[in-house]
């Protein structure tokens, strides 16, 4: 596996005049050559499998089998979809009949935007940097891709294996850390792409602004999850929440941060969590391959000092093994809102839990903070889940599961407010960002002479 080397600084400006020349030269207008992209994009993964997955097990721990269902089939699916849909998306659109503007032709045109800024995020080095690619060159854009540092076998797998499948002067891989991204940030855009936390975002959003490029920003924040065991399956509530908050060891933007549970109903939750919990883990969770580690050795000391520092109970885990920044599936009960686990977006396997006397306290909770990325509620009961929708605002709502809507076709991705800017999703709704939407009008030698009268009475 090749080591990650990153690209000097001098090279980023030519890298991106390169990139700029290739879709002036209008190479992406060609439908059939987005196709061919697209398609050498899904082979790319598709022969080198087995090397991709090699490498999100080296930099996440992330279990193979989690890494075919979580990453690399799904983008696959992706590059498939895209093939098979971009003659479709691109097509010219005609405006609806207007009588006014009956003798005009007016027509949409789908463009490319120019040179797009993919970076991505370490813990799904596909979902949040890949995925964009493609969607990318299906709009018809030229695409430097920037794959995080903290993830350095996949970065440098990356950087070997694009050239060999796609032509450079279509897609760039650049790699760095702090300077490279800076550098990389001074230049235009005709949109940026940007996964990661609110304080890179604001960095991002703050460069962008000097060019006047458009920017999505996917952040994250503290996505809460209401359990009314009154009024939904308890045992399959746990067993959700366990996998959403295990899945590549709770590295996950949307992942459930914190569970807010009626406080007569607190033991009964955590009982069938530990259930749940062993039921994933028959061997521990430090097991090989049974599950993800923290990204690097600062991920590991913030989560376990936030665990150490907190004054709830820790009823479930609480075990680490540094060697490998494994740290096992914690539940911690009696949480108050003042917590140091409620002092920031938690990102590794540990769930507070707060007791509450209604279910209104936990709304007023979330109302007067910082609008999540997701909110989750398991309740059956079709008026309570209306009041949460209506009462609170989030990047997304689901009822009785997990993380999942982030994978649901149909469905767009995104925050609001501090937890990000921009929907996005895979698909056409991926298509839509990248895309400029071209106004053309050919108008009628009879089309309402009176406009142009001198408006004299």
């Excluded at 080591?3 to 001098?10: E, Q």
């Excluded at 290739?22 to 899904?42: E, N």
Aim: some cysteine; hydrophobic content about 40%; aromatic content about 10%.
């Amino acid at each position: 596996m090749s080591d990650l080397t990153y690209t000097p600084l001098d090279e980023i400006e030519k890298i991106h005049a390169g990139l700029e020349t290739t879709f002036k030269s209008g190479k992406l207008q060609d439908i059939a050559y987005r196709k061919y992209v697209l398609a050498q994009l899904a082979y790319l993964i598709k022969d080198n499998q087995d090397a991709l997955s090699a490498a999100l097990e080296k930099d996440l721990g992330k279990p193979p089998i989690e890494s075919e269902y979580a990453e690399l089939s799904p983008t696959i699916a992706e590059a498939v979809s895209a093939f098979n849909s971009v003659s479709k998306w691109a097509k010219p659109e005609s405006p609806s009949f207007s009588p006014i503007w009956s003798p005009t032709r007016r027509v949409i045109y789908k463009e490319g935007k120019g040179v797009v800024l993919v970076i991505a995020a370490f813990n799904f080095p596909f979902t949040t940097g890949y995925n964009p690619v493609i969607s990318a060159i299906a709009a018809g854009n030229t695409v430097l891709f920037k794959p995080s540092e903290m993830t350095p076998s996949v970065a440098a797998l990356f950087a070997e294996l694009f050239p060999k499948y796609v032509d450079p002067s279509v897609i760039r891989v650049v790699n760095g850390s702090i300077p490279e991204t800076a550098k990389m940030l001074e230049l235009p855009y005709g949109h940026i792409m940007f996964t990661g936390s609110g304080r890179v975002g604001k960095i991002v959003a703050g460069a962008a602004a000097k060019t006047l490029t458009p920017v999505t920003l996917e952040l994250g924040g503290k996505s809460p999850v209401i359990v009314d065991p009154k009024t939904c399956n308890v045992q399959n509530a746990a067993k959700r929440i366990v996998w959403g908050k295990t899945h590549n060891s709770g590295q996950v933007c949307i992942a459930p941060d914190y569970a807010i549970v009626p406080r007569a109903h607190q033991d009964v939750f955590v009982d069938a969590l530990q259930k749940a919990i062993q039921e994933f883990f028959p061997d521990g969770p430090f097991a090989p391959r049974a599950m993800g580690k923290m990204v690097n050795t600062a991920a590991f000391k913030r989560v376990r000092t936030l665990i150490e520092e907190s004054k709830g109970e820790v009823v479930s885990g609480g075990e680490y093994d540094e060697s490998t920044k494994g740290i096992a599936p914690t539940i911690v009960k009696n949480c108050t809102w003042d917590d140091a686990l409620m002092s920031q977006e938690l990102f590794g396997p540990v769930l507070p839990i707060i007791p509450v006397d209604s279910i209104d306290e936990g709304l007023a909770h979330i109302r007067s903070n910082d609008s999540p990325l997701a909110l989750y509620a398991f309740t059956f009961d079709s008026k309570l889940q209306d009041k949460i929708r209506r009462e609170t605002q989030s990047g997304s709502i689901l009822f009785n599961d997990v993380v999942v809507q982030a994978a649901a076709e149909g469905l767009p991705f995104g925050g609001v407010g501090p937890s990000g800017s921009g929907g996005y999703h895979n698909g056409k709704f991926g298509f839509d960002v990248f895309t400029h939407n071209r106004a053309s009008m050919n108008n009628h030698p009879m089309f309402a002479a009176f406009l142009y009268s001198p408006g004299v009475d």
